[in-house]
């Protein structure tokens, strides 16, 4: 029963950029189904959400088709090439900081 990989897939190209780049593989071991989740590295903000709350909502939506097939579901986002980067520029270290205005400064 692959439903949970077509609602899957289905709700995660509803809300990204790229839909044709959303791919999910499905595996079914002794603890349940894992879906491992695919998606274009501009469009990780729509799918993990401000503080992972839409990666939360698709897991809790996933969790309850799980449980109407008789399946315990996961989900796993695969993170993009290179990483989580710095979401804003890094502060300057003092090394960084011209100070040779206020060198020879006595106050």
Known sequence: MEKDKEFLEFLVRAIV????????????????VLITLDV???????????????AQAIR??????????NARVNLKINEPEG??????????????IDTSVVDNLTI
């Open 60 to 69: 809790s939506l996933l969790k309850v088709v799980g449980a109407k097939n």
């Open 17 to 32: 950029n790229h839909p044709e780049d959303v791919n999910s593989t499905r595996t079914v071991d002794e603890r349940g």
């Open 40 to 54: 274009n590295p501009s469009d990780m903000g729509y799918v993990i959400g401000r503080r992972g709350m839409t």
């Open 83 to 96: 990483g989580r980067g710095p979401s804003r520029p890094s502060e300057p270290s003092m090394d960084d």
